[in-house]
Every structure is written in C-alpha cells, then in structure tokens.
C-alpha cells in the first residue's frame, strides 16, 4: 500500500509491483478524480475508488461511476463531487446528514427538497433478515451506535475481540486473548453485543465490517473448521453458548455492515495491520 497525500493506493494482493509496467503513465490522465485509458491501454483495466486505485493485470478499461454527495448537515451544507468533499464536512459532525446519487440531477432534487424526502438506501433495498441489514455508506452513520471488530494472530492463533462506542471509541467489552480465529472473534463480538444491549433494553445498531460474521449470526451457526481440542475448548464453548443465545432470543437492534474501503478502519480496530 503506498500514501500520497491523502490519496492511499491499493494494489490486489494477487498481482505484484510488476504490473506498474502495465500502464504507462503518458497515456493515463486523471481529471476530477476520473482516469481516462488511452486506446493503446485497453488491455489493461484500472478501477477508480474513492481512496485510491486498484491496477488489475488483463481486463477492459473500466472508468469510475461519478457520484454526487449531498450534505443536508455538516460543517459545510451543498453539493459535492468527491467522497473526500463530502467526508470533511461530515466526519465526527455530530447528527451530520448526507447522501450519494448518481446523477447531478437527483443531488440537486433532494438537496432541495432536504434530508426527509430522500429514502435511505436500506428503505429501498430489502434488507438480508428483518434484523440484519447491509449498510450503504452514503448514508448517515448513526453514531449512536456499538462497533465490534476481532483480531488474531495467526489463523488459528491467538484472537481477542471488542465492542466499542461508535461515536467516542471507548471500549464497551473485550474479551481474550484465547485460541481461535479472526471470523470466531467477529460472530462472538456481534452475538456480546447484542446479549448486553438486549439485557439493558437498548435497541442500539452494532457495526461490523466482516460478511463471514453477519452470515453466521444470520444462520445462527458459526460455520468454522477450527480444530476442537484441549487448546480450543474455551473459544468452543463460547461459539456454543452465542449459538443457543441467537436460538433462544429474538432483537430488534440493527447489524450493519461498515465499509471500510470508504470510511476507512471500523472504530473498534484494533490497529494491528
């Protein structure tokens, strides 16, 4: 990963540093956070994100969809062209209201018409469960809300997971270090999070930024291949007390899934990358 300025360039894990060679950087321009690929470029595909680049070895040129963010609340209210605009306006503004489109057009629609008459893309997608929904992170982070995040070392190795208050980042719970793994520690962070709020009465969001973990409370099974012995019973009974927990008991909290490639590390990271 490489920093420039505030931009960060990504590069797939699949591909190395050679593929650089692959774009030659008189026939590639950027203007207004697009890239336009000359003709003799073709076989080489590049995705604009809102942090950086991606450089894929093969492909057809792709170019970014423009996005226009609305800011209804923030330092500064209007319309903006980057994430970056938007997210300096927004981030740490409390109660801040802000939304994407895909179209001048629309941004211009709703920045009149103000924050109550655009639907939230939860509102227009149909949520994964009545419980757990999918977060799109044009929308308002609700900062009142619990993020959760697991680290290990090693897969398996010795993990440890928290949950943390969104807004603040003070830690709420912890628990660890124990043997397991990342995925484990995610499930056992959401199904925490959700017992304690459910015995103080609070429907409070949980943020999670793992897929694997939202599917497994989902399903009400951690659906691991970790090894059960002596060194794992401990993280083994825990996998088997959340599961009865989730069979057992109904919430109305909202699980979020938190973008990172937008909004970068969930606040319970644990900073170990």
Known sequence: MQHLGKRTVRRDASYPERNKENVST???SKEVGKIHIGETDKKCAI????????IYKGGTSMAPKQKYYVVWKGRKTGIFNTWAECEAQTKGFTGARF???????????AYKNGASSSPSAAARKPAASKQ????DTADTIEEDSI?????????PGMMEYQGVDTKTGARLFHFGPALGTNNIGEFLAIVHALSMLKQKGLQTTIYTDSKTALSWVRNKKANTSLRRDKSTEQVWTLVERAEQWLRENTYSNKILKWDTARLGEIKADFGRK
């Open 26 to 28: 008189d026939r590639v």
């Open 47 to 54: 995705l604009v994100e809102v942090y950086g680049t991606r």
């Open 99 to 109: 939304k994407s489109f895909p179209s001048l057009a629309e941004a211009n629609e």
């Open 132 to 135: 757990i929904q999918l977060f």
């Open 147 to 155: 993020s959760v995040d697991a680290a290990c070392s090693g897969n």
